[in-house]
């Protein structure tokens, strides 16, 4: 099956610092990966849409220069959150697809914490 | 604009009781997609089912059973027999179809919190 990883699945960092969470498919090609956030108790939102080889496409109220996103293969996506602050604490998941496939596959997420 | 509402925030039952999740959704388009993920409390999305806008054919997965309705746009979802491993984050999201029927980014619920006590 499909099959997405997400590294590190935890991280904590000190305020100003900037960490870089990995999304990779392990054994599928993907065009497209999604970026979204979740806050304790509440719903997954969408933060940007990375596709391969192009600029990603960012959701209304995220900052572009703070996460920084890069599909530079198609099976690898990175996700920087820059200049971290506690309220970049959240959990962070991505999801990839295939080119013809209408499957959305699920990373495990990664909890940032920022002190 | 699409939307999702899970009007159900929390939800607590005896073990063996059925329970069923509501989920209600807004869409102007007339294909997409309704999915259903339960996510426990280590996070990870579980992936339990998509529903074709065009396919209002009820499911049933084991204990698992989903009521699709397009009259009343809703795709409910019902635990029977419910466990104690039932207890879980469930998210509906709604996703809309491309051309060439591939699904776009996805459009969460709120979620609702089942606990399923023993």
């Known amino acids: 099956g499909a099959v997405v990883s997400q590294h590190p699945s935890r991280v904590i960092c000190k305020s100003g610092t900037s960490v870089k969470i990995e999304c990779r498919s392990l054994?599928?090609?993907?065009?497209?990966m999604f970026w979204y956030r979740q806050f304790p108790k509440q719903s997954l939102m969408l933060m940007a849409t990375?596709?391969?080889?192009?600029?990603?496409?960012?959701e209304q109220g995220v900052e572009k220069d703070k996460f920084l996103i890069n599909h530079a293969s198609l099976t690898l996506s990175t996700l920087t959150v820059t200049s971290a602050h506690p309220e970049d604490s959240s959990f962070y998941i991505c999801?990839?697809?295939?080119?013809?496939?209408?499957?959305?596959?699920f990373g495990p997420g990664t909890r940032l914490t920022v002190l | 604009a699409q939307k999702v509402t899970q009007a159900q925030t929390e939800i607590s039952v005896v073990e063996k009781e059925d329970v069923t999740l509501d989920c209600v959704y807004e869409?102007?388009?007339?294909?997409?997609?309704l999915f259903w993920y339960k996510q426990p409390p280590s996070g990870e999305l579980v992936f339990l089912i998509r529903?074709?806008?065009?396919?209002?054919q009820n499911e049933i997965s084991g204990r698992y059973s989903w009521n699709f309705q397009k009259s009343t746009s809703s795709f409910n979802f019902t635990i029977t027999a419910s466990q104690v491993v039932d207890s879980a984050v469930y998210f509906c999201?709604?996703?809309?179809?491309?051309?060439?029927?591939?699904?776009?980014?996805?459009?969460f619920g709120s979620g609702t919190q089942l606990t399923v006590l023993p």
């Open positions: 999201a709604l996703s809309e179809a491309r051309m060439g029927g591939s699904a776009r980014q996805l459009t």
């Open positions: 869409t102007r388009d007339t294909t997409y997609y």
């Open positions: 054994d599928f090609q993907a065009t497209t």
């Open positions: 529903r074709n806008s065009f396919d209002e």
């Open positions: 999801s990839a697809r295939p080119p013809s496939n209408n499957e959305q596959f």
């Open positions: 990375s596709n391969e080889g192009s600029k990603a496409t960012y």
